[in-house]
T-cell receptor, first 114, second 112 residues
Framework: GENVEQHPSTLSVQEGDSAVIKCTYS??????FPWYKQELGKRPQLIID?????GEKKDQRIAVTLNKTAKHFSLHITETQPEDSAVYFC?????????????FGRGTSLIVHP | DSGVTQTPKHLITATGQRVTLRCSPR?????VYWYQQSLDQGLQFLIQ???????AKGNILERFSAQQFPDLHSELNLSSLELGDSALYFC???????????FGQGTRLTVV
């Protein structure tokens, strides 16, 4: 099955700095890569996703890059703000008997200091 | 609000007991996923249903079972509960087998 590794487990930055979270996956058949943000005590929420037919996608201050050859993808947050503080999960979704099951990384706790 | 509803929000029960967690997916979503999130752990995939049929199984214990009903709501049954089953259980739904999953607010299960 798919295995997703996520680094770092904790990331501490100053407000205004950039933050980068990296993930690798094992199954070359994976072709959908969502990122979720989970604030304390709340549900994971999709913030951005990328499919294997593109290499980069941007939405305001967040961007995701994908390198299918190396099987890794990254989340970039620019001009971080205290409200960006949360746990971020990457996921890789690969076909499983025709169904795409998101396999999640263990999460990165992002702390943005004012 | 993601449109996915889970009940109850909190559940405290004793070891050896059985509980049922309920999930109502977003209107029109056919696919339901169940995930377990333990302390310091990521989201562990348990099982997926699609339009009433089991589609995929992950690391789900034999003591756990699930089903999806004709109205598309789903239930996760946990039996012979152990202390280690204490976790946050999330349900997510999506419109198809492919694409983004929308999560409910979770059920926090505490086994004492």
């Amino acid at each position: 099955g798919e295995n997703v590794e996520q680094h770092p487990s904790t990331l501490s930055v100053q407000e205004g700095d950039s933050a980068v979270i990296k993930c690798t996956y094992s199954d070359s058949a994976s072709n959908y890569f969502p990122w979720y943000k989970q604030e304390l005590g709340k549900r994971p929420q999709l913030i951005i996703d990328i499919r294997s037919n593109v290499g980069e996608k941007k939405d305001q201050r967040i961007a995701v890059t994908l390198n299918k050859t190396a099987k890794h993808f990254s989340l970039h947050i620019t001009e971080t703000q205290p409200e960006d503080s949360a746990v971020y999960f990457c996921a890789a979704s690969n076909p499983y008997g025709g169904s795409y099951i998101p396999t999640f990384g263990r999460g990165t706790s992002l702390i943005v200091h004012p | 609000d993601s449109g996915v509803t889970q009940t109850p929000k909190h559940l405290i029960t004793a070891t050896g007991q059985r509980v049922t967690l309920r999930c109502s997916p977003r209107s029109g979503d056919l696919s339901v996923y169940w995930y377990q999130q333990s302390l310091d752990q990521g989201l562990q995939f348990l099982i997926q249903y699609y339009n009433g049929e089991e589609r995929a199984k992950g690391n789900i214990l034999e003591r756990f079972s699930a089903q999806q009903f004709p109205d598309l709501h789903s239930e996760l049954n946990l039996s012979s509960l152990e202390l280690g089953d204490s976790a946050l259980y999330f349900c997510a739904s999506s419109a198809s087998d492919i694409g983004e999953a929308f999560f409910g607010q979770g059920t926090r299960l505490t086994v004492v």
